[in-house]
């Protein structure tokens, strides 16, 4: 069964740091873009971050600077470290994995209050 979960969300003050995981199973990690993305309330899904089978990384203008994807094909699991956190971030973060097939998690909640 092919399946990712994501965890890690979670209430933290503007400036603080979360660390966000993404758990695969049922698919070979290692070939898959792996990636984040964050849907706030009353707002459409958009594009966080990706890393690539090879570890080529691209962000959103918002976050660059400020959060780190990363992956470790061999725990099958991707990570997306989030630093300087402000309000506007505040969404449900979810990650995505991208080949073949598309994959999605079932969302973490990241609220950070000011």
Known sequence: QVQLVDSGGGLVQA?????????TSGITTSLYDMGWYRQ???????FVAVVTPGGSTNYADSVKGRFTISRDNAKNTMYLQMNALQPEDTAVYYCNAKW????WG???????SS
């Open 40 to 46: 706030a309330p009353g707002k459409q899904r958009e």
């Open 100 to 103: 073949i097939r598309e994959v």
């Open 106 to 112: 079932q969302g973490t909640l990241v609220t950070v």
């Open 15 to 23: 400036g603080g740091s979360l660390r966000l995981s993404c758990a």
